[in-house]
């Protein structure tokens, strides 16, 4: 049964970046869809990007400041966040799922980790 583990939030002040890491057990990784969410007080949960194979999707929000990669060798799905904005603060999760588009949503997602915090203050 798959199993996914985010890590990598903390506190970053505005304009810098950060790397968050999707660590999955029990399946292997390469041909599954991995998507990130972010869910913010008060929203619903946003998807920010997915990779499915060699193909990554991100929407118009954060496209140009985040970037989707994996390493199949380690099992990994990373993010990577640019320029980092007060905006941008929520937990984010990784979860596998059917759809990779540039509208995906959280139902098209099945498997989630816990999250990782990520808070962008000075």
């Known amino acids: 049964q798959l199993q996914l583990v985010e890590s990598g939030g903390g506190l970053v002040q505005p304009g810098g970046s950060l790397t968050l890491s999707c660590a999955a057990s029990g399946f292997p990784l390469a041909p599954v869809i991995i998507g990130w969410f972010r869910q913010t007080p008060g929203k619903e949960r946003e998807g920010v990007s997915c990779s499915a194979g060699g193909i990554t999707k991100y929407p118009e929000s954060v496209e140009g400041r985040f970037t989707i990669s994996r390493d199949n060798a380690k099992n990994t799905v990373y993010l990577q966040i640019n320029s980092l904005k007060p905006e941008d603060t929520g937990v984010y999760y990784c979860?596998?799922?059917?759809?990779?588009?540039?509208?995906?949503?959280?139902?098209?997602?099945?498997?989630w980790g816990q999250g990782t915090q990520v808070t962008v203050s000075s």
């Open positions: 979860a596998a799922g059917s759809i990779c588009s540039t509208t995906m949503t959280y139902d098209m997602y099945t498997t």
